[in-house]
């Protein structure tokens, strides 16, 4: 018995972390984990060689190290018993955790840019949460206050977030790469 790796994807605020946490409640034994604790330290995800787009696109995340101590290992039908690193958006640093998965768990991931090359291969099964940008726009204007006023929250997220979706959405196609896709307004 393998465990089930899981994919949930979707632009910035389509709602994928309340979509997650209601399917983890429909598994016995599942786990639920974030791409965003899997990112770099701010001065390799905002490295100024780069357009700032270009930067959240390609300098995130530490797909690397989320590979080799959790997706890999889970897809390989092993068990999970070790300290993992998880971002601390606060401190810029990293928390330690210790995380145990038995074999035949339910792992759930999500976050933005799942179906790239890197992590697509990996997944039972990936959710797209497909919502329209303007209502995305509204959830993440009140959500995201830790970046600034509305102005500096809309300002990031057109320089930063937005550019690096469009990219994502041209050259995967997600909706299309998705087993399932649920459509929200």
Not at 3 to 16: A, F, P
Not at 81 to 104: M, N
Request: net charge negative; no cysteine; glycine share 6%.
């Amino acid at each position: 018995m393998k465990t089930t790796i899981i994919g949930v994807d979707g632009l910035g605020g389509s709602g994928k972390t309340t979509f997650s946490k209601r399917l983890q409640q429909t598994f016995e034994r599942a786990y639920l984990f974030h791409l965003d604790d899997f990112i770099h330290p701010r001065k390799i995800r905002y490295d100024e060689k780069y357009e700032e787009w270009e930067a959240y696109y390609h300098a995130q995340w530490r797909y690397d190290y989320l590979l080799q101590t959790l997706i890999r290992p889970l897809f390989d039908g092993e068990p999970i018993d070790q300290i993992i690193q998880f971002y601390h958006k606060e401190t810029d640093t990293y928390d330690l955790k210790r995380i145990q998965i038995p074999v035949g768990s339910t792992v759930i991931l999500e976050g933005v840019f799942l179906q790239r090359d890197t992590l697509r291969s990996y997944f039972s099964h990936v959710y797209y949460i497909d919502v329209n940008k303007e209502t995305r726009l509204a959830r993440v204007l009140d959500r995201d206050g830790y970046i600034g006023d509305k102005a500096a929250i809309l300002a990031k997220y057109e320089n930063r977030y937005f550019p690096a979706e469009e990219q994502y959405v041209k050259e995967y196609n997600p909706i299309k790469l998705a087993h399932t896709v649920i459509t929200h307004s």
